[in-house]
């Protein structure tokens, strides 16, 4: 299970409309397992169907996280025309991020949320709840 | 000369654990090779069979993503700091 406050969920929906038709990326780093913030990142591939994690803005979003002794919680990104689950593109980087959950955002209809986070582990996906305080 | 290699969490069984390893090398491709003779495995993780970097993972000298420097052929000198993270991607297609 995810707790996350309403406002980094909020957050993080407002930041994929922002995004739509592109894919938006970011991450929520945490500590000890609770969330602490929210980290809304540029997605370098500024693509409908794909992201990639700026190089420059990772180093320091990674080094931000690190340097408070925080974790990565989660990493999220959205869909804008499939559901918010995870593909096989997202399933083979998810290794390059073990620990952190894969929660997804789908901004296909204009006027639902669709937010579902994920456990990946082995190649399998888990769907976890999310808890919204 | 001595160069100073961070590592992310998820290399550091190529490296005993340690989150930062020194190395030398006059460009980056020098440097892994060098790497490798201490922690055996590590440069397989960064450099592809094709002697390409590898694009799972990030390589910053001084802090700058040598895929817009010289890539592996990146010169390097004393005191350089080298980092590397994993790359973080994904999307629908």
């Known amino acids: 299970m995810l707790t996350l406050p309403r406002e ?8 994929a409309r922002r995004d739509h038709p592109d894919e938006c990326c970011g991450v929520i780093a945490g500590k000890d397992g609770v969330a602490t913030r929210v980290f809304a990142m540029e997605n370098a591939e500024r693509s409908p169907t794909g992201f990639t994690f700026d190089s420059a803005e990772w180093l320091r ?12 919680l989660v990493v999220y990104h959205s869909h804008t025309a499939t559901e918010a689950y995870p593909s096989r593109t997202d399933i083979r980087w998810s290794v390059n991020t073990p620990g952190a959950s894969w929660l997804l955002v789908s901004t296909r209809e204009p006027d639902v949320d669709e937010v579902r ?9 888990t769907e976890e709840e999310i808890r919204i305080t | 000369m001595t160069i100073e290699v961070r590592i992310p969490t998820i290399l550091r ?13 006059e460009t980056l491709a ?3 090779d060098d790497l490798d003779g201490r922690h055996p495995g590590l440069r397989g993780r960064l450099v592809t069979e094709d002697g390409a970097l590898h694009r799972f993972v990030n390589v910053y000298v001084n802090d700058e ?20 993270l ?4 994904g999307g629908a297609r």
């Open chain 1, 117 to 125: 986070s994920y456990r990946i582990e082995d190649g399998e996906v």
């Open chain 2, 86 to 89: 994993p790359a973080v991607a």
């Open chain 2, 65 to 84: 993503d040598v895929r817009f420097l010289g890539g592996l052929e990146t010169a390097l000198k004393d005191g350089d700091s080298v980092t590397v």
């Open chain 1, 8 to 15: 980094m969920v909020d957050a993080i929906v407002a930041h």
């Open chain 2, 13 to 25: 069984t190529y490296t005993d654990g340690q989150k930062a390893v020194e190395g030398k090398g």
């Open chain 2, 30 to 32: 020098g440097l892994l």
């Open chain 1, 61 to 72: 979003v990674y080094r931000a996280i690190d340097d408070a002794d925080e974790d990565l």
